[in-house]
């Protein structure tokens, strides 16, 4: 199927992109666009006007600021992988950005875009739950701070209003240093959405440690299971057989052509504890 057509405009600033969306209302900002272009090509969304914002330099930085590390919304995928301060700081973004699709799409694809889709498989929201990362958005005369934990409403729904612009990701230096196990289940290594996808992170120091835990494909959502995460923060790796079938007990997946509910919520259960043993230096 053909791309409908539509016209093509190009900012070089955030504040032009938002003047262009002001005299275009119903565009959409186009970044990588590995999500957006297949559904206009499918006709899952429609917009007439596209305003590209990869030319913008502000957001295509890595940079460090005073609440944390700001990553803007037109770079890559594989850039922030491979970035240092990611790598170093804050592993559990890279390792599961290097786990969206095939290289060549980690190449166009961006985080901005891959958590504004709302996939409720989406690999590197659950990287961004555990971390408790930040988003700014921006629209006229006005910029905001939402917790990456309020974003998501539904599959591809989020709290984002019409023209609002995310320009940036924030991972916040309280969580430097977490580390994780991510284990994902799919019906074929590389181009394929998470059937079940289990992310289980530690503090780096403290006693005892803390957890977070996420959980992607097996909800309206991504999500966070906190009673997990409090049965581990004061049990540790001896409770990984129950916090498996507590967080299998925590989830709501639907049947679809990737796996029954049942397969999903059975594959939680194992995936949550292979992860707290992998996470102990256990093998997986």
Not at 21 to 31: E, F, I, T, V
Not at 34 to 58: E, V
Not at 96 to 106: D, E, I, M, N, S
Not at 160 to 172: I, S
Request: charged fraction near 25%.
């Amino acid at each position: 199927m053909l791309l409908p057509s539509f016209t093509f405009s190009s900012a070089r600033s955030v504040e032009e992109a938002l003047e262009l969306w002001a005299h275009l209302p119903g565009a959409a900002y186009l970044a990588g666009g590995t999500d957006l272009l297949p559904q206009l090509r499918m006709g899952k969304r429609t917009h007439r006007n596209l305003i590209d914002i990869k030319r913008i330099a502000s957001l295509s930085e890595i940079r460090e600021t005073d609440a944390g590390l700001a990553i803007g919304a037109a770079v890559p995928l594989a850039d922030i992988a491979r970035h240092r301060t990611v790598r170093q700081h804050y592993p559990l973004l890279a390792e599961c950005c290097r786990r969206v699709g095939a290289w060549p799409l980690q190449n166009r694809a961006t985080l901005a875009g891959n958590i504004c889709n709302a996939s409720p498989a989406a690999d590197t929201a659950v990287a961004l739950l555990a971390l408790e990362a930040d988003i700014i958005v921006v629209r006229p005369g006005d910029e905001r701070t939402l917790p990456v934990t309020g974003l998501f409403r539904g599959p591809g729904q989020t709290c984002l209003e019409p023209g609002d612009l995310v320009a940036e990701v924030v991972l916040p230096r309280a969580s430097a240093g977490w580390h994780g196990s991510y284990e994902r289940l799919s019906r074929r290594q590389g181009m394929d959405l998470a059937t079940v996808g289990v992310l289980v992170a530690c503090s780096n120091g403290g006693s005892p440690p803390r957890h977070r835990v996420a959980l992607a494909a097996v909800a309206p959502t991504p999500l966070r299971v906190a009673d997990v995460e409090a049965l581990l923060d004061r049990e540790g790796p001896r409770a990984a057989r129950r916090a498996g079938e507590l967080a299998r007990d925590c989830c709501r997946p639907i049947t679809d052509l990737r796996g029954s509910a049942e397969y999903r919520r059975e594959m939680v259960g194992v995936l949550v504890a292979r992860a707290v043993v992998a996470l102990n230096g256990g093998p997986k």
